[in-house]
């Protein structure tokens, strides 16, 4: 028995890309730069230990979605022992008919082979992607604590911002949306 590939969801419009870009991107960016936005502000998060919480878990969980969003995944190799940022081909090749991704919104994907990503920095992105993974997406017993620091999580929102910045915004020429602080 064969099995069918899943078509793509439809082509969006422009109107529908810009709204998709300005609107909704720009409150998952907001989840996104919280949390660094914060730190970098002096925030005093001593009395309010559940909005640290929250936003760095809403930056863990940002991270995840837009690398996956450009057709990224974090990836542990268990014979190396190493964390590795790969293509998620399945998602590319095979997505749910409603998922959207920054090729459907006038972006281009990132290719591993290209980018301006050093090795630290795509170690870094693979392992904070594998601990929203293991942490937010669902329970588990095994976690990595290296990529759970507040600097871990800050410099992989930055990287993920400006590769969204380069993949997506500028490839379309426009802002990027501002934080809805």
């Not at 450009?70 to 095979?94: P, T, V, W, Y």
């Not at 590769?163 to 990027?176: A, F, G, I, P």
Request: one cysteine or more.
């Amino acid at each position: 028995m064969t099995t069918q590939p899943r078509l793509r969801m439809r082509q969006l419009s422009s109107n529908e890309q810009n709204d998709y870009r300005q609107r909704h991107f720009r409150h998952r960016l907001t989840l996104l730069r919280c949390y660094t936005h914060r730190r970098a502000s002096g925030f005093d998060w001593n009395t309010k230990g559940d909005l640290f919480r929250c936003a760095k878990d809403s930056a863990l969980i940002s991270i995840r979605l837009f690398l996956s969003a450009m057709g990224l995944k974090g990836h542990f190799d268990q014979k190396s022992q190493a964390f590795i940022l790969i293509e998620n081909r399945e998602l590319k090749n095979c997505p749910k008919r409603d998922d959207i991704l920054i090729d459907q919104l006038g972006g281009t994907f990132p290719n591993p082979s290209s980018w301006s990503l050093n090795p630290e920095q795509a170690r870094l992105l693979a392992g904070v992607y594998k601990r929203a993974d293991k942490e937010l997406a669902h329970l588990t017993a095994t976690l990595n604590d290296e990529f759970n620091t507040d600097e871990a999580v800050d410099e992989a929102a930055k990287l993920v911002e400006k590769m969204l910045d380069t993949h997506l915004y500028t490839v379309v020429k426009e802002k990027m949306p501002e934080i809805d602080a």
